[in-house]
């Protein structure tokens, strides 16, 4: 893909989280790494609905801005998914509603945020990581994003907003919508006793699709990979 269109199509999907209410204001952040190991980013306190493509931030592999406005301050959380995710070739972090409420709950489990509820939700986001709070920009965030290893590319960032590494633009913003859709879908559920995905099902998901999660998917952290969405 050349890099104007490239620009985009980053742009028209931003646009459309942005217009769909999943993330208000100037929150939330894209990036898309380039053949070259430098990236392509939102710029710094920009809507994701009325993104210019010429003005993205155009970042060197250290993550050095080279031209464009000035990227997003989530740099240093792109940077540890991209580390730690090799395959990861875009990330997108939301500040969508269902799924920072989900962040606040007390009872989550921080190894698996999310129940497994529908295929969707294993096939696209996987299993959801949750990491503490830091002050948005935090180059914390990094060290703790490192932590996991690579095992997760869908992280949930306490009192913030989910962060989500896809081996393409496109299968990290489809899983993106994955997981706020199945945030909505827990908290319409809390407390209700749901019938969830059993053990064997989700190991025929893992046998047909190649999804991305551990046996059983109540515990531990699933394997690296960019995770990728399986054909409809």
Known sequence: MSDARLREEICRFARSLFERGLTPGASGNISVRLPDGGWLATPTNASLGHLDPARLSRLDAQGRLVAGDPPTKELPLHSALYDTRTGAQAIVHLHSTHAVAVSMLPEIDPACVLPP???????????????????PGDPAVADAIKGLAGRYASVLLANHGPVVAGASLEAAVFAMEELEETAKLHLLLRNLNPRLLTPAQIADLVEVFGVDVPAPHAHGPAAGGAGTAPPE
């Open 117 to 135: 509820l529908t295929a969707y939700s294993l096939m696209r986001a996987g299993q959801v990581a949750l990491v503490p709070y830091y002050r």
